[in-house]
């Protein structure tokens, strides 16, 4: 039973139904073998009627060959040399069989070489063991008994010529058994080339074997690579990408991650931190700044590099992780664990906190209070709050419900969100402005939890960024994306922006640098919107300021996005 393969990964290419390759099946007349051995019969016809027609111009006016009739030598050397370039130029690829092969060109070259026979006047001239080479090749060729068949055609040849010769005067009668010694002579010849042939067969077909099965078996390592659940990729030191598997290709774009193809070019970003890799492989792992934006701009994705082989440089394997895979598969555990957690934290903590506050706050109105004493207990009550929003945010994420995704489209969404957004929080409209150039589109989302995000991006930048901008507003920006086309809701400020050290961690939970804040909000945000197949992204604006750009499932491919 033949294993199936597949077709290699060619550029954007994908692997189709398995089929054998393609040179696995054998040419009709024979393999590359016998075109090599066909080849020297070819090369030896070219150059022998030069050689015995330059040594009958040699040694004339008593020529060694060609002596009884020079002419017809002549002639006989320049149909041989026409028909020996005619098999060699114009015969390959056009014979149905191996038979046909061996009888063609063993006739060929007994009728020639026996025709020169007779113009030297027979046997006797000894160019009859110009026969042995074509006998023993065209041996070699045949399957068998037919190598005995090649060799009867050459001693009949022999026999022929030499009655001819003798009828026609140019040879005698004694000649006969000179013949017949040089008959036995090709049929010894065959013989010996018959088990010859034999072996040979065996080892070309068992080389084409195993040309088949290390065929199979790296179109089979192909085909595990391309089906491969991980994304892999394969760069070479002159930092070209080698082999891309399907998945990988997606992530990084399929129209542009094909082999052969820069990675710089690809995705600058990895090459970046395939370079920081190579000059510190720990650097990484340490910054916790090994990530970078898919190609759809939807997916945040953590590289891992492992060296190929031990030469150097060597190439480099590429494994890219989705972490937004890698929250999904821990969701419910850590949900589970907050939950667990959160109740704890209601019966533990909330009330004892909740007492200290208004201890504080009864304390604060004393009247025999000094002006320290007063800052304390201001101190106490804010510490108070700050642990209540924290208990709260957790709640919050603990009680989360399933999304109940609706049908959404963002330029009326966007409207009411700022009309109850600036007047909750008494702000001038001209401060929170939608950009008039958003291109509106339809999402598929639980709107209550979109609300929750934005409320939460747009009252960091009201509380971060509004009191350093100046006049500049926030702006909220609506559109798809121009290289992918997932549509996408921003929120740009002229604040003073994030620190490239944090701009990697802004998003754990308990981080800030804000005196006041609980360091939960981005995160619940970021946990909200993987619950919706949408992904929270944070970048620098130009000019200053910040852009917090979250990237919604396309909703065309809202099927293929759940499954």
């Known amino acids: ?99 046909a092969l061996v009888f063609v060109h063993t006739l060929l070259d007994t009728c020639g070489i026996c025709a020169l ?21 065209m041996s070699l060729l045949a399957e068998g008994r037919a190598s005995l068949g090649v060799a009867a055609l050459a001693a009949l040849g022999l026999l022929t010529q030499q009655i001819l010769a003798v009828l026609a005067g140019n040879a005698q009668t004694y000649d006969f058994s000179l013949a017949g010694m040089l008959g036995a002579v090709v049929f010894l010849v065959a013989l010996m080339a018959w088990p010859v042939s034999s072996r040979l067969r065996e080892s070309e077909a068992l080389v084409r074997r195993q040309e088949l099965d290390l065929a199979n078996l790296a179109q089979l390592s192909q085909y595990i690579v391309q089906r491969l659940r991980e994304s892999i990729l394969v760069v070479d030191p002159s930092d070209r990408i080698r082999l891309i598997n399907e998945s990988a290709a997606r992530m990084l774009g399929d129209n542009f991650a094909v082999p052969g193809a820069l990675l710089g070019e690809v995705a600058p970003r990895l090459l970046f931190l395939l370079a920081t890799w190579r000059y510190d492989d720990s650097v990484i792992l340490r910054g916790g700044a090994g990530t970078f934006v898919a190609a759809d701009g939807a997916r945040v994705i953590q590289p891992h590099f492992a060296p190929l082989g031990s030469s150097e440089p060597s190439p480099i394997i590429v494994f890219l992780e989705d972490t937004g895979d890698l929250a999904s598969k821990v969701q419910q555990t850590k949900l589970a664990a907050l939950g667990r957690l959160s109740a704890s934290i209601a019966h533990e903590i909330r009330n004892p906190v909740g007492a200290m506050s208004h201890a504080a706050q ?48 963002l330029a009326g969404w966007t409207r009411r969100f700022r009309e109850e957004f600036c007047s909750t929080l008494q702000l001038p409209w001209q401060r929170l402005i939608i950009d008039p150039s958003s291109e509106d589109v339809e999402l598929r989302i639980d709107g209550s939890q979109l609300h929750q995000i934005f409320w939460n991006l747009c009252q960091n930048s009201v509380t971060h960024a509004l009191p350093s901008a100046g006049d500049a507003p926030i702006e909220l920006r609506y559109g798809r994306l121009g290289r992918v086309g997932r549509p996408y809701l921003q929120v740009a400020d002229r604040g003073p922006g994030i620190a490239q050290a944090d701009a990697e961690r802004i998003f754990e939970p308990f981080f800030t640098r804000a005196a006041h804040g609980t360091g939960l909000g981005l995160f619940l945000a970021r946990e909200l919107g993987q619950a919706n197949g949408a992904t929270l992204l944070y970048e620098t604006r130009e000019g200053g300021g910040s852009i917090f750009r979250v990237v919604f499932a396309d909703l065309s491919r809202w099927g293929e996005n759940q499954a």
């Open 362 to 409: 009864l304390l604060a109105e004393s009247p025999a209070l000094g002006s320290a004493d007063r800052r304390l207990t201001e101190i106490m009550q804010d510490n108070s709050r700050r642990v209540s929003g924290i208990i709260d945010n957790i709640l919050q994420l603990s009680r989360r419900e399933s999304p109940r995704p609706e049908k959404l489209l």
């Open 1 to 99: 039973m033949k294993p199936e393969v597949s077709t290699p990964y060619p550029g954007a290419s994908r692997p189709s139904s398995l089929q054998p390759p393609p040179h696995a099946v054998a040419a009709p007349p024979g393999s590359d073998l016998a075109w090599r051995v066909v080849g020297l019969a070819n090369l030896y016809r070219l150059l022998l009627p030069p050689v015995l027609y330059g040594l009958l111009l040699l040694t004339r006016p008593t020529p060694t060959v060609g002596a009884s009739d020079p002419q017809l030598f002549t002639f006989v050397c320049m149909v041989y040399w026409m028909l020996g370039g005619l098999m060699a130029f114009g015969g390959r690829g056009r014979w149905r069989s191996r038979h």
């Open 117 to 137: 026979l007779f113009c030297s006047g027979g046997v006797s001239s000894g160019l009859g063991i110009l026969l042995v080479i074509p006998v023993g090749a």
